[in-house]
């Protein structure tokens, strides 16, 4: 079975600063995807970047992007230039690669940017 | 937008009522899913499904059934509703294949049913 850790409950940081937030996972499988997803205010989950592992390079979307470490079982989620739409909870989760596999999600992690 | 609706949108109920959520996808996606958020869990697989009338449980399946009897719809019922089934209770789709703007084996969201059950 997987397990997704996300140990930062709640973080905050400034407006156009940048903030990392963690995410670990275990697993036996080799191949496989990671994803961040975004829950704002209006509950609508939004995917905000996915990673496969065979890929070694990271991935990045604009101002997100990941700092994948597979030997470490690390997915860090580094947001620049912070910005007020960014408060939300973050959600890492893990799938197989096997279509129609289930999503296995951390807990979540509150992040708040203040003016 | 992965053109998803979630019907309806907020529902309160009595304990021992049934009840039936409804996600509707408009571009034929093949992997359908039910997911509960609960706080301090994340979300939880109840059911999925990956094809007309197939379907299969997830991890948190009990109390719960599903059907699809079309490709767009994925219904799912709870027979006799409890105070454990509070939730909020979202769809997910997915496909095996790059299509369009929509990553291979990535799951989008519906914008969820919040369940109340009195």
């Known amino acids: 079975a997987q397990t997704v850790t996300q140990s930062q409950p709640e973080m905050s940081v400034q407006e156009a600063e940048t903030v990392t937030l963690s995410c670990t996972y275990d697993?036996?499988?080799?191949?496989?995807?990671l994803f961040w997803y975004k829950q704002p205010p209006s509950r609508q989950m939004i995917l905000v970047i996915r990673?496969?592992?065979?890929?070694?390079q990271n991935a990045t979307e604009n101002r997100f992007s990941v700092n994948f470490q597979k030997a470490a079982k690390s997915f860090s989620l580094k947001i620049s230039d912070s910005q007020l739409g960014d408060t939300a909870m973050y959600f890492c989760a893990f799938m197989k690669h096997t279509s129609g596999s289930r999503l296995t999600f951390g807990e979540g992690t509150q992040l708040t940017v203040n003016p | 937008d992965a053109g998803i609706t979630q019907s309806p949108r907020h529902k309160v109920t009595e304990t021992g009522t049934p009840v039936t959520l409804r996600c509707h996808q408009t571009e034929n996606h093949r992997y359908m899913y039910w997911y509960r958020q609960d706080p301090g869990h994340g979300l939880r697989l109840i059911h999925y499904s990956y094809g007309v009338k197939d379907t299969d449980k997830g991890e948190v399946s009990d109390g719960y059934s599903v059907s699809r009897s079309k490709t767009e719809d994925f219904l799912l019922t709870l027979e006799s509703a409890t105070s454990s089934q509070t939730s909020v209770y979202f769809c997910?789709?997915?496909?095996?294949?790059?299509?369009?703007?929509?990553?291979?084996?990535?799951?989008?969201f519906g914008p969820g049913t919040r369940l109340t059950v009195l």
């Open positions: 990673q496969e592992a065979y890929k070694q």
């Open positions: 697993t036996s499988e080799n191949n496989y995807y």
């Open positions: 997910a789709i997915s496909e095996p294949r790059l299509a369009g703007q929509y990553s291979t084996d990535t799951q989008y």
